[in-house]
């Protein structure tokens, strides 16, 4: 992950970087989710880094994220229970299971 920055190549870089105190570990991952109070931000194939510094962590993420409403729709619910006949509760469950996917849940409603 590391690269050359300003001619350092990158094992020099690192080896410098652990002389200052400071580790870092790629770690690998499929997808990040990072949950908000009104929604999340969901980051496939990410690249990251932990960099550990004096003990405190921080964590370096690249990737292309997008946003997601938080919360399921009421019209979904009302229209899932109007395609499979099943109690709110369980249709709003598997909305949740399913992340709002409602084609999915209504597949899952009738297997």
Same mark, same amino acid.
């Given at each position: 992950?590391?690269?050359?920055?300003? $001619?350092? =190549?990158?094992?020099?870089?690192? /080896?410098?970087?652990?002389?200052?105190?400071? =580790?870092?570990?790629?770690?690998?991952?499929?997808?990040?989710?990072?949950?908000?109070? =009104?929604?999340?931000?969901?980051?496939?194939?990410?690249?990251?880094?932990?960099?550990?510094? /004096?003990?405190?962590?921080?964590? /370096?993420i690249?990737?292309?994220?997008?946003?997601?409403? $938080? $919360?399921? =729709?009421?019209?979904?619910? /009302?229209?899932?229970?109007?395609?499979?006949?099943?109690? +709110?509760?369980?249709?709003?469950?598997v909305?949740?299971?399913?992340? $709002?996917?409602?084609a999915?849940?209504?597949? +899952?409603?009738?297997?």
């Open positions: 992950m590391f690269h050359g920055i300003g $001619g350092l =190549n990158p094992k020099k870089m690192q /080896q410098m970087m652990k002389q200052l105190g400071i =580790n870092s570990e790629e770690i690998e991952a499929k997808r990040v989710i990072i949950e908000k109070s =009104n929604g999340r931000i969901v980051i496939e194939n990410p690249d990251i880094q932990k960099i550990t510094t /004096q003990g405190q962590e921080s964590w /370096q690249i990737g292309e994220a997008r946003e997601e409403a $938080g $919360g399921i =729709n009421e019209d979904d619910i /009302q229209f899932v229970i109007e395609k499979t006949g099943k109690e +709110k509760e369980l249709v709003k469950r909305l949740e299971e399913t992340q $709002g996917d409602v999915e849940t209504i597949l +899952k409603l009738t297997e």
